[in-house]
């Protein structure tokens, strides 16, 4: 038994690192995309997490917002922004 | 404040914080500690509720009344969203040139999409007895029908998505949460208090009021969902903002 | 060694505050929310976590196996939601920074002072 | 019904009166609409005028879902409260309901199809500071906390043409979020030590440890949180940068009664959770948070001062109240805890009274710029005269229910630290010789006309835009009516004995850690006697002093040659502080964590 704890928590351990080295590039990303991208990462690290921490309920909200719903709002506000960009540059051709 | 300056008070500040954060951690019980009172009772009442998912028990009966201010939080984000991303008094509607989608929008949407479709179905078939629920089922549906549409083409989707609908269903889903609290008060019970028929343990039916408010969750957090990403789509792909608003100071 | 999974919590809610400080894209500051918010997860479901307990679901009502804590994880479920409609709130809000404003830079943004 | 079923409904009614507002808004005339939600805001002030009645001496018990105590334990969220408590959702519905009266020609902005929403996320505001005020769980308190703020941010940023309410409520998004993710951290921590998350419960459990470093971090993370919300300096940065941008309606509800929500919530979650035996010692919170509301007051007064956008005059006014709130509830002592509620009752009726004239001359002149409306007002005369009235109640102006609650608050701290009273004198003086000022300014035209001057970083609050549009330019009737009643109702606060009574009574149980957890558990227990909070000759005196200060400041700076120097030198640096910034705002976050961190170890 004591041999399966040991186990359970190295997968355990492994998860939490990954989740602290995704999260530490996350904050650490300077663009948005690529933050999104990151983050999206992050959303799957901590569903990992979660489902050895035996909780996967959380884990599949964490799948479903972490990893989708919050990179995907990042994206297309970035899209926006860059469309008001690209419309500034055209603007800015034609004058 | 001068970008130095400010790093320099966060490293001082960080440095405080993380002595003060490692030394509470030391007082912690040891990490997987056996004793977890709440949690014990926490057990122990959701097999007196017949509700076979302890989370659920705790989400949707036990503590019930945190449930319903966080889907009034997601209630009050989706007004929010309809107010704030409204198309603003200069601002017009661009028509949608087919197939505009940026290489890494399709590539994340195809990506993705059969894998949140195939666990939304599953979690919401099994509903409330294993992992899952309406929040879960809801969040992933919702977003695995937008990425389908992402990947694909966005008038398709407009065609389809009834938002006048899912608006008044995400109202419906978040009042009827609040009404349901009151059928305990009705019978002389408390509010929020499970006063249904609990059911067979283990059973669709068991657990009473549960079901019912899991299931007003989702048909909240489902439309809900859809209309809060609405108003981004709109925004990134269909408003057009006046000339001359979108230069600003920008650089 | 096991401290440690304690303590990730709290260099995550360091670094997501790092990256708030240093930022200079709104959009960014808010990523950089949603991270520091992902400590609160860790820390919730570290301190529910129960050495040998499976996840809080039972079959029937007569095997009583160890589980885990299931309130942490309510609680973590219900920080889930919160932190993901706050998110995009947020975002709604600095989207329309960025078209009002014609920035995400927060140095640039100079409306409000004194 | 019992008296405990009314205080969920408290909560429930607000939030499926905004279920229902959402969804049939757009199917009803507006008329409809406004009537719809005036009766349902109508219904939760109903409600908790008869708990009130009802709670009496007492304390209101409400264990949700049923799930009451089993062998001294229950699984369940309780609803506790005293007339403390009831007293602010009751203060917050009466002002929700004076706001939809105010605004009904407001926010036909958002499309037709959605033309319920507004009323709606005012009901959820209503709802999220209902739930803070009355719950006595924990998480239960950071859900409805995060509600409030949901909500505010998006009304915050209603008017999505302008880039200021845009960055107003972003900053106020962010800053709110990432300190109630800090209490969630010390939530945490306090449920790994306790295994409990009500107030009362995880307090008997604290009794067993002694007070060590997980306490200490508990404590601050765990008070991070109300403590932004309550704009404690240096948590107050986001607070001027918001409700200068809000619509009028919103500011009326931020500064009335959201951020006074903020400091109850530090003392209450102190005393009933911290101040037990092993706790965090009496001596230690008085210390520590006696000297952050004097800071917050001394640097909301001259920040204040300083401003010639009118809205962002009145909140950094709300920042130096709110010191002065928090020193009072930080005496610890039940006359300054009655005081002080006494005194956020009469602020809030004066404080949404001046925001709703504000209001109108924006409607009226497209501007809130003290310089630029100079002597435009004369055509507003009776928006004056409230102005003026608003602004002598600020500085604490005998009978007004400012002045009272600062009388008893001033006679507490009076027996402990004398100085305590020159604080309040000025902070008070100072905060309504800005709006007298103002008002003499805008609707007299006195003094010389102003000059811009460009040394220093301001804000001015001209070139706004409008909050209504429609064809008729009177100011509608109830954007002055209403603020008349606001101010009659802070009047009311300082005339009705019975309110000064039994406000004193609820201090009593307020500052009874041992009673309030008896009522959870359902002992009983003995309370002692109530203070007095009553009229005084010395607090009539000190109040007029403070009005004497008040005129002869603003007369000064009307009529005074201007002087440069000394102080000018002090001020500018403070000014620059205030920069706008959201990284800025972010390390001054981190940076009071820490300092709270190191000042409670160091008494420790």
Redesign the interface.
């Known amino acids: 038994m004591n041999g399966s704890?040991a186990t359970s928590?190295y997968l355990i351990a492994v998860c939490v690192l990954l989740v602290t080295v995704t999260a530490t590039v996350a904050a650490l990303t300077p663009e948005p995309?690529r933050q999104a991208l990151v983050l999206a990462m992050l959303g799957t690290a901590l569903t990992l997490l979660f489902t050895v921490l035996q909780a996967?309920?959380v884990?599949?909200?964490q799948?479903?917002?972490g990893?989708?719903?919050t990179?995907?709002?990042i994206?297309?506000?970035v899209?926006?922004v860059r469309?008001?960009?690209t419309?500034?540059r055209d603007?800015e051709r034609q004058r | 404040?001068s970008?130095r300056l400010?790093?320099a008070?966060?490293w001082?500040?960080?440095v405080?914080?993380?002595v003060?954060?490692?030394?509470?951690?030391?007082?912690?019980?040891?990490?997987?500690?056996?004793?977890?009172?709440?949690?014990s009772?926490?057990?122990a009442?959701?097999?007196h509720q017949?509700t076979?998912?302890?989370?659920s028990?705790?989400?949707f009966?036990?503590?019930?009344?945190?449930?319903?201010?966080?889907?009034?939080?997601?209630?009050?984000?989706v007004?929010?969203?309809?107010?704030?991303?409204?198309?603003?008094?200069?601002e017009r509607l661009a028509g949608v040139r087919r197939g505009r989608v940026?290489p890494?929008?399709r590539m994340?949407g195809s990506l993705?999409l059969p894998i949140?479709l195939v666990?939304?179905v599953y979690?919401v078939a099994h509903g409330q007895?294993?992992?899952?629920?309406g929040?879960?089922g809801g969040?992933?549906l919702a977003?695995g029908l937008?990425?389908a549409y992402i990947a694909a083409d966005y008038g398709v989707l407009k065609a389809i998505r009834p938002l006048?609908v899912l608006?008044?269903a995400?109202?419906?889903g978040?009042?009827?949460f609040?009404?349901l609290?009151?059928v305990?008060?009705a019978v002389g019970?408390?509010?929020?208090?499970?006063v249904l028929p609990l059911g067979t343990?283990?059973q669709l039916s068991s657990g009473g009021l549960v079901p019912v408010i899991n299931a007003a969750v989702g048909v909240e957090v489902g439309s809900g969902?859809v209309v809060?990403?609405a108003?981004?789509?709109d925004?990134?792909v269909e408003i057009?903002?006046p000339?001359?608003?979108?230069?600003?100071?920008?650089? | 060694m096991?401290?440690l999974?304690?303590?990730a919590a709290?260099w995550i809610f360091?670094a997501g505050?790092?990256g708030m400080?240093?930022s200079r894209n709104i959009i960014r500051t808010v990523g950089c929310l949603a991270v520091a918010q992902s400590s609160t997860y860790v820390l919730l479901l570290?301190?529910?976590?129960?050495?040998?307990g499976t996840?809080?679901?039972?079959?029937?009502?007569s095997t009583r196996t160890?589980?885990?804590?299931?309130?942490?994880?309510?609680?973590a479920?219900?920080d889930v939601?919160?932190g993901a409609?706050?998110t995009?709130?947020l975002?709604?809000?600095a989207?329309?920074l960025r078209?009002?404003?014609?920035?995400v830079?927060p140095d640039?943004l100079t409306g409000l002072r004194g | 019904?019992s008296t405990?079923?009314l205080l969920?409904?408290a909560i429930?009614i607000p939030?499926?009166g905004?279920?229902?507002s959402?969804?049939v808004g757009s199917r009803l005339p507006r008329v409809a609409t406004d009537l719809l939600v005036t009766v349902w805001a109508a219904a939760g002030v109903a409600d908790l005028v008869v708990l009130w009645l009802r709670t009496g001496d007492g304390r209101a018990v409400?264990?949700?879902?049923?799930?009451r105590l089993r062998h001294g334990?229950?699984?369940?969220?309780v609803l506790v409260n005293d007339r403390i408590g009831i007293g602010l959702a009751l203060l917050t519905a009466v002002l929700v309901l004076a706001v939809i009266a105010y605004s009904w020609r407001y926010f036909d902005?958002?499309?037709a199809?959605?033309a319920g929403?507004?009323p709606?996320?005012i009901l959820?505001f209503d709802?999220?500071m209902c739930?803070f005020a009355l719950t006595g769980d924990l998480?239960?308190a950071f859900?409805?906390f995060?509600?409030m703020g949901?909500?505010a941010?998006?009304?915050t940023?209603?008017r999505?043409?302008d880039?200021r309410p845009l960055q107003g409520a972003l900053t106020f998004g962010v800053i709110n979020s990432l300190a109630a993710y800090g209490s969630l951290l010390g939530i945490g921590?306090l449920?790994?030590?306790t295994?409990?998350?009500g107030f009362a419960q995880i307090s008997q459990k604290l009794t067993g440890h002694r007070a060590?470093?997980?306490?200490?971090?508990?404590f601050?993370l765990v008070l991070t949180g109300p403590l932004v919300k309550g704009a404690v300096a240096p948590f107050h940065f986001w607070l001027p940068d918001a409700h200068a941008v809000a619509p009028t309606p919103v500011c009326m509800l931020l500064s009335g009664v959201m951020v006074e929500l903020g400091v109850y919530g530090a003392a209450r979650i102190y005393w009933i959770v911290f101040s037990g035996p092993h706790g965090i010692p009496q001596h230690v919170f008085h210390d520590t948070f006696v000297a952050a509301g004097v800071l917050t007051a001394l640097v909301g007064a001259v920040m204040c001062w300083k401003q010639r956008n009118l809205k962002r005059m009145l909140a950094f006014s709300t920042v130096s109240h709110v010191g002065m709130f928090l020193v009072g509830l930080a005496l610890l002592t039940p006359e300054a805890t009655a005081g002080t509620a006494l005194y956020v009752a009469g602020h809030a009726g004066a404080k949404a009274a001046l925001f709703g004239v504000t209001g109108a001359l924006l409607d009226r002149f497209g501007s809130v710029d003290e310089h630029s409306l100079y002597g435009r007002g004369r055509e507003l005369p009776v928006g004056g005269v409230l102005f003026v009235l608003g602004g002598l109640a600020l500085a604490g102006l005998p009978p007004f229910g400012t002045a009272l609650g600062k009388a008893v608050a001033e006679h507490a701290a009076q027996s402990h630290s004398p100085w305590l009273l020159a604080v309040f004198v000025l902070a008070s003086a100072a905060t309504g010789a800005a709006v007298l000022r103002a008002a003499l300014r805008v609707f007299a035209g006195a003094g010389r006309r102003p000059l811009d001057r460009h040394e220093v970083p301001e804000t001015t609050g001209g070139g706004e835009e409008p909050e209504i549009r429609g064809p008729s330019r009177r100011v509608p009737l109830p954007m002055l009516a209403v603020p008349a009643l606001l101010l009659a109702g802070s009047l009311a606060v300082g005339l009705l004995p019975a309110v000064s009574t039994q406000l004193a009574q609820a201090a009593r149980l307020f500052t009874d850690r041992v009673g309030y957890v008896a009522a959870v558990y359902g002992h009983s227990h003995a309370a002692g006697m109530p203070p007095a909070a009553d009229w005084t000759a010395e607090g009539i005196a000190l109040g007029l002093t403070s009005v004497a200060l008040a005129v002869a400041f603003a007369c000064a700076a009307l009529w005074a040659a201007p002087r440069g120097g000394g102080a000018h030198r002090v001020v500018a640096p403070l000014r620059r502080?205030h920069?706008g910034?959201m990284?800025?705002y972010v390390?001054?976050l981190?940076?009071g964590?820490?300092?709270l961190?190191?000042a409670v170890?160091a008494q420790l």
């Open positions: 704890y928590e995309v996967p309920d884990a599949l909200s799948l479903g917002v990893a989708a719903v990179p995907l709002l994206m297309l506000t899209r926006r469309r008001s960009s419309q500034q603007r | 404040m970008r400010r790093l008070l966060f001082a500040a960080a405080v914080f993380a003060a954060f490692t030394a509470a951690c030391t007082g912690l019980p040891d990490f997987g500690t056996l004793s977890h009172p709440y949690g009772r926490a057990i009442a959701a097999f017949r076979a998912n302890t989370i028990s705790v989400n009966d036990q503590r019930a009344f945190d449930t319903l201010g966080e889907e009034s939080i997601l209630f009050a984000a007004l929010g969203g309809l107010v704030l991303l409204r198309r603003a008094r200069d940026l890494s929008t994340f993705l949140t666990t939304g979690i007895l294993s992992p899952g629920g929040f879960q969040v992933i977003t937008h990425l006048a608006d008044a995400d109202a419906v978040a009042g009827a609040a009404v609290g009151l305990g008060l019970a408390a509010y929020l208090q499970n343990f283990g969902v809060l990403l108003g981004f789509l925004q990134a057009v903002s000339t001359g608003k979108d230069n600003g100071a920008g650089r | 096991t401290l999974f304690f303590l709290g360091l505050v790092y400080v240093t570290a301190v529910g976590f129960r050495r040998g996840s809080p679901y039972f079959t029937d009502t160890p589980v885990v804590d299931p309130v942490v994880q309510a609680l479920l219900t939601v919160v409609t706050v995009a709130l975002l709604a809000l989207l329309q078209k009002r404003h014609g920035t830079d640039a | 019904m405990a079923d969920p409904l429930a939030l499926i905004a279920a229902f959402a969804l409400s264990w949700l879902g049923g799930w334990e229950s699984v369940g969220i902005e958002p499309p199809e959605h929403t507004f709606a996320l959820l709802a999220g739930g998480f239960n859900v409805f995060e509600l949901a909500v941010y998006a009304l940023g209603f999505i043409e880039p921590l449920y790994a030590r295994g409990e998350l060590d470093a997980l306490l200490l971090t508990a601050v502080l920069s910034h990284g800025d390390g001054w981190i940076v964590v820490a300092v961190l190191v170890r």
